[in-house]
DNA sequence: AACTTCTACAACCGCAGGTCC
DNA sequence: TGGACCTGCGGTTGTAGAAGT
């Protein structure tokens, strides 16, 4: 008896989501709170399986999301982190607040992998390449010892950051290790393992629509995604917003959803 | 201008692990 | 205790836009 599939995948939608589609999901979640995925299409009265939902909203919608590419710093700790954890981009992704596991892994693919490539560092075992068969032996021992290492590290335990890769240390002296020590205070303080669930009723609105802004965000399916905000009606939230360290002004409501998540927001219970 | 190739990233798929009954 | 169900994870694919010819 085999396992029941995800969905019933007949009369289903795939591939890139509507701005419809999306309207329907986020107001469905922040009316209802997040449970039961397999519920979910229905519920919001979406044509899509509960799995695609739960995607869409965790990689995309969700408002604690940081938009755009990662930064000098951020690219630095996924090295770090990949040396330790390796491909456990979730484990990755919960140090680097507003970011997502398959947000890491796509940078990591398309960015990262030949950044190292090119400074001749071997993004899987993060050790200069060797050309010979007795360095390949030793990359073997210390791919080893580097899984020995994290089978001893618990997901729960606290992490340092290893500065001290060859790899990591390339990309520092390319540049852009400033703010390190300010990332790693934020890292210590904060993890997303921590953060606890949001539910729908502790969602705030943003106080203030305003003009313009946004930074970022590329994507056709952003940009599709966003202005329909400005037809979402949810009486029964309010965001607050902290424009103190902040001098673009918000553009959840008119751009796209490249401020949602950022240090500016702050989040609290009605 | 038209076509091809490359790049970035959103989305899908299958599997593993946890939970519930 | 074991099977069914659900969610989350990681690998892979698909697609749109950019760049090159």
Redesign the pocket.
Known sequence: ?G????CD?VGL?????TAEEDKKLINFILTNG??????VPKLAGLL?????C???W???LRPDLKRG?LSEIEEKMVIDLHAQLG????????HLPGRT???I???W???IK?KLKKMGIDPLTHKPIANDVNDQSQQEQSQNQLQEAQKSCPANDTFEVEQNTPAAQAIEEEGGGDELDKMELLIDGFCTDEVPLIEPHEILVPCAPSSSSSTS??????NSASNFLEDLHLPEFEWLCDYSNNNDSIGLWDDDFSSWGQESWAYGIL
């Open positions: 008896m396992r029941q599939p995800c995948k939608k795939k591939g890139p989501w997040q449970c039961c995925w397999r519920a899509r399986c509960g799995k695609s739960r995607l869409r965790t990689n995309y590419l491909n456990r981009w979730s484990k990755i992704a919960s596991d398959n947000e892994k796509n940078h693919n398309t960015h030949k965000s590329s994507s056709s399916s952003s």
